[in-house]
């Protein structure tokens, strides 16, 4: 059965770094595209990044802060948060679209998600 589990998120000091992973397991990796999306309390959902054929994709408010990666071998989607913000503080899940093309329909397969607090 497809699974995205998510881990890696904690409390996090303003400035500083933090790695969250999706490790996906169930389907071919090459199938999807991965995305991150991130929702606070009060505030709309928003696709901060995703990984899929063509490379990778970034929302304004993450872009040159935020990098996405994928490992093949360990079937991983990373998203690396650097110099994070307060605004940054949100539950972040990853989830696939129907297409190895980021942007392209809808997502099909959602994990739990982790939930990432910024301090300052």
């Known amino acids: 059965q497809v699974q995205l589990v998510e881990s890696g998120g904690g409390l996090v000091q303003a400035g500083e770094s933090l790695r969250l992973a999706c490790l996906v397991s169930?389907?071919?990796?090459?199938?999807?595209?991965v995305a991150w999306i991130r929702q606070a309390s009060g505030k709309e959902r928003e696709e901060v990044a995703c990984?899929?054929?063509?490379?990778?994709t970034y929302a304004d408010s993450v872009r040159g802060r935020f990098t996405i990666s994928r490992n093949y071998i360990e079937k991983t989607v990373y998203l690396y948060m650097n110099r994070v913000k307060s605004e940054d503080a949100a539950v972040y899940t990853c989830?696939?679209?129907?297409?190895?093309?980021?942007?392209?329909?809808?997502?099909?397969?959602w994990g739990k998600g982790t939930p990432v607090t910024v301090s300052s």
């Open positions: 990984i899929g054929s063509a490379g990778g």
């Open positions: 169930g389907f071919n990796f090459e199938d999807y595209a």
């Open positions: 989830a696939t679209y129907e297409t190895p093309r980021c942007g392209s329909g809808g997502m099909k397969f």
